[in-house]
């Protein structure tokens, strides 16, 4: 094998396995990269600083470029930068107004809770001590059909046109209370 780039065959082989390179030759033949095995000498190489590479600098710099395209693709940047931003502001106050939503949707949830729980111990209350005694007592449905009955029966008896069915009038109702001197409950 001849030298590549003025290599010679060991530096080659050395490279290839992951040696470190002679001390008298350290240049590399081209495409081959050499690569610290296990156990290996390794020695520090002091890294350059990072150059700054935030979006408002790149901006700047090339926005001061003697380069119109450069000018130009940093003012569409910068464009599609604002855009993105809005978006991103506009996105953030619709998740704070929908949480702001389901946080109230939430405390009116309770509230309703409450309130039914509230109304549930009202109407057990109101089931072990008995209704109100200053209400009028109602009525069954059977008590106020005898008492149709009735009327009726006197009607008859009395002289007075009354149907068998139907709405009884007013009049024959209270001809009735003061003949018989009963309270009309229906």
């Known amino acids: 094998m001849t030298p ?5 065959r060991a530096a080659l082989v050395r490279a290839a ?5 002679s001390s008298a030759a350290q240049r590399v033949p081209m495409g081959i990269r050499t690569v610290a095995g296990p156990g ?6 002091p890294t350059a600083a990072q150059p700054d ?3 408002e600098r790149l901006l700047r710099v090339a926005a001061a470029s003697g380069s119109a395209r450069t000018r ?5 940047i910068a464009g599609l930068v604002q855009e993105l931003t809005g978006r991103v502001e506009a996105e953030e106050a619709q998740r704070r107004e929908r949480e702001a939503a389901e946080a109230q ?8 809770a409450q309130l039914a729980r509230q109304l549930a111990e009202v109407r057990q209350k109101l089931r072990t001590t008995g209704r109100d005694t200053t209400a009028q007592p109602s009525r069954s449905r059977r008590e106020g059909a005898e008492q149709r009955a ?13 149907s068998a069915r139907g709405r009884i009038s007013g009049e024959i109702v209270r001809a009735w209370a003061a003949a018989t001197g009963s309270e009309v409950t229906r």
């Open 4 to 8: 590549a780039n003025g290599v010679g």
């Open 40 to 45: 290996a000498e390794t020695t520090a190489t």
């Open 53 to 55: 590479r935030s979006v």
């Open 150 to 162: 009735a009327i009726r029966a006197w009607a008859l008896a009395n002289g007075h046109e009354i």
């Open 17 to 21: 396995q992951g040696k470190p390179a």
């Open 72 to 76: 130009n693709l940093a003012e569409k």
């Open 105 to 112: 949707r939430q405390e009116l949830a309770e509230a309703e």
